[in-house]
């Protein structure tokens, strides 16, 4: 079925050398962009090899450009093509460009730098693809761009299709309600894709002609005005995205008496525009919510009332004027139910949707798109395995698929994933990348330190105190619920993301319950050596840069007196620290302190007598004590002193 009559002889040179690599399915179009551009385009289907090498089964798009200059709009073609075929036959991951360009491949990295969405584009030159060639030549390019691209790196939201995955019913849902004429509010931790999703919401509401109106509650330039001036600011943002030549009134009109009357004159003029109700989306509520606002008019005053009164006065005359989507991290704003004895507008407003992980269908379907376009094939146990120990979490599914592949940078590609090589991928993130799980556990430690406890106490097997959380505070176990952080199931509550739980143990190593004489003794032993080895550290820095290295050796040798003075005073400053050649003691290090507290005590932050005290409690419990008995009184008090020390030490070393 494939003609090549329509095409030029010089082309046809290529085509021959094609067909030698690819099945030739679909001779294509003349395609114009502009005025004056024009370019060719033909589909071809991928052989076996090229199945196996890069996971491609699916048509590809060839772009033929006759421009020695390659332009920015070249890229479009591509996405004008795909819409010319069903969604399903073409590859979207990858495309391949002949172009006329001399030096195609430098032109094509400085034009998709700057656009980390963009497909996988494999460039050749016209003259490269003639006569007779190497029949590893094209083979060897696909390699080149695709497995030298970390196609898991991605740190921004996704403003495309091409890599979005396993939201699609979330999106449909909420589109659903607006259809139907309901508000909703969308929560979830930190990086779980929520700004993603109002991405594919836009997307998908653009098909249908609908246009939201997105709000970034962050941007100071809105949640630094008051309630009337920032209804003021969503009127101008609606009339702005909507490209509509309406009369909006000066922002000056817009007072506490006005602003509620001008907003819904000026949304029922819009209206008359359109066939649909105005849809806003409010991005980072948090900016604008209750105590959590950077400003005080939102944070303390009634401002959050009287905007959200106006918003849902509108939307309950039943005129069909406005829906709106709450987007953020913290569901405070829909859970207060007054607010300066005022009723909260949005309390219970809406039944809250929570960000959900993706299940093993959902992952296996990202990591394996990604992976095999960078020459990873992953064993099947390794899907269910990254679901469980990521709770589905995207975003850290695929930092570990990332650090995965950087490991396999010296392995010749395609190379097999087993569960070998994940598990040492996984040991490292969480031990090298606890960043990204301290920013999403952030919003607990933040808004909600009682259910951050609660997850430590299920983290450390504290199951008693956690159900008895549970039950008298059935709000704290929604949160962690409705996060996806935890589960419910016949036995009780369990982690759904097990690498929260790894971390969560290492972090709270000293917090859980211990019954054991010698664990105490152990855990006694091993932070006290820890913490003696940072102080006298922080003694040898912070005496010689206060007092001078004479002075300060002067200092120690004072401390140590007697015997121990004569035998050591002719040591170096330095090697009295050292504990085998100066036998300088904990205790010793608790005097300095003690005895020069002007010189550490911007270090420590409670007072010189609490400090000597609980520096003097520590020495007491010394390794070779091990025989002694310690009370749970005495163990507990030692956690808070150490505690408090190692606090301490960590912020200034």
Known sequence: MFSYERFSNEIREILKVLRNEFFLTNNGDKLSLGYSSEYEFIVVEPTAIYEDLFNLNKEIVIVFSPYTTLQPRTLDVFEKVSKRFSALRLEKICGVLVSKDPDIENSLLRLTKSEPESQIIIPFRYDELKGNIDKFFIRNRFRKYFYSRDLFAFESPLRKDLYFFGRNDLIQTIINRYKSGENSGLFGLRKTGKTSVIYGIERSLNKESVTPIVIDCQNPSFNQR????????????????????????????????????????????????????LFFIFDEIENISRVTAPALHWSQGTDFVLFWQTLRSIFQKGEHLISYLIVGTNPSCIEIPKIEKIDNPIFNHFTPLYIPGFDIKDTKEMVNRLGSGMGMKFDETVYSKLTEDFGGHPFLIRHVCSLLSKELDDFDRPVKVDRKLYQNAKSKFIQNHSNYLDMILGVLQGFYPDEFEMLTMLANNDYETFSEFAEMHSSFTQHLLGYGLIQKNVAGYDFKIDSIQEYLIQQSKYKKLINTLSEKWQEISERRNSAEVKLRKLVRMQLKAVKGQDEAKQIVLDIFGGKRKQELSSLDYNDLFDPIKGEIYFLDLAKIISKEWDVFKNIFSNSKRETFQGLDFINQHRANAHAKDITDEEFAYFRICMSKIEKDLEEFL
């Open 226 to 277: 008051r309630w009337f001036e920032a209804l003021y600011y969503v009127c101008k943002e609606t009339k702005e995205k909507l490209n509509f030549n309406i009369k909006l009134p000066k922002e000056s009109d817009f007072n506490e008496k006005n602003a509620s009357v001008h907003t819904e004159t000026f949304f029922k003029r819009c209206k008359n525009r359109v066939d649909w109700p």
